[in-house]
Nanobody, 117 residues
């Protein structure tokens, strides 16, 4: 099983980034997918989740209206579009696979997002 995140980097406040997570080694289209993040000195928290079909999503209150999760089952990839980024969004972002709205079974290694001027 592999989950490989990409798309992180340094962005100014108000800017945008699109994260991708490429999955392999398991039945991607049968799994709910989530994005989590962990800021320095803080616990890992869920940012967004999406069902296996992609028809239902959920978001943490602190990203609602700014972030959008989506998936392409033909490409075994889940995305996180992040708009209007704030310094407090700085964290390592991880994707996870598992049952929708439950703790992930499989994890990626993360990609760092830094929001700073």
């Amino acid at each position: 099983v592999q989950l490989v995140e990409s798309g992180g980097g340094l962005v100014q406040p108000g800017g945008s980034l699109r994260l991708s997570c490429a999955a392999s080694g398991f039945g991607f289209s049968s799994y709910g997918m989530s994005w989590y993040r962990q800021a320095p000195g803080k616990e890992r928290e869920q940012v967004a989740g999406i069902t296996s079909s992609g028809r239902t999503t959920n978001y943490a209150d602190f990203v609602k209206g700014r972030f959008t999760i989506s998936r392409d089952n033909a490409k075994n990839t889940v995305y996180l579009q992040m708009n209007n980024l704030k310094p407090e969004d700085t964290a390592v972002y991880y994707c996870g696979a598992g049952v929708y709205r439950m703790p992930a079974t499989y994890w990626g290694k993360g990609t760092l997002v830094t929001v700073s001027s």
